[in-house]
């Protein structure tokens, strides 16, 4: 127990002589003006080079890659028409976060390039669609990523960190 005292007068004499953050540089996430979706949107769209690293990644852990669309209309949880537990954005709770699957899940997918074709030819389909592509682990059986990888040009509703809005 005196171990455990003395580790924490420790740490806390450390944490002292930490440099503190100034209050105005830290940032709170308000809802107005500032949607995001899943892994990675509070980041500036990737670039297609990102986006294959990415899919390497997937691949290369033995993942299986999965890609969705929806209409910019159905693409963020909404209140309108749903019927809905008091907060639909609670925790295990999925009404209209489910988008249309372009194809089935890429099961066995070894070659990144076959993943970055699905993306093009989804894109190229749904242009006015967003895109995400989800990864899927069937050891664990549970998603384990899921990013967007199309958003489309007529979007505006990401901003960057300056424009969004500050509490």
């Not at 033995?62 to 949880?77: D, H, K």
């Not at 895109?131 to 990401?158: C, E, G, N, Y």
Request: proline share 6%; hydrophobic share 45%.
């Amino acid at each position: 127990m005196a171990s455990l005292r003395i580790q924490t007068a420790s740490a806390a004499r450390a944490a002292a002589k930490a440099p503190v953050a100034k209050a105005n540089k830290f940032m709170v996430w308000q809802p107005v003006n500032n949607k995001f979706f899943e892994t990675f949107s509070y980041l500036p769209p990737l670039t297609d080079d990102q986006i294959s690293r990415q899919v390497d990644y997937i691949v290369n852990n033995g993942w299986t890659p999965c890609l969705e669309f929806a209409e910019a209309a159905n693409a963020y949880m909404a209140n309108t028409n749903m019927v809905r537990i008091q907060n639909g954005a609670g925790c295990n709770y999925y009404d209209n976060r489910y988008w249309s699957m372009w194809k089935l899940p890429m099961f066995g997918c070894t070659d990144p390039s076959q993943v970055l074709k699905e993306i093009a030819a989804c894109v190229k389909a749904c242009p006015d669609a967003y895109v995400r592509m989800a990864a899927f682990d069937a050891a664990r059986q549970v998603q384990v990523t899921s990013m967007l990888v199309h958003r489309p040009v007529s979007a505006k509703d990401w901003r960057t960190p300056d424009k969004r809005q500050l509490a």
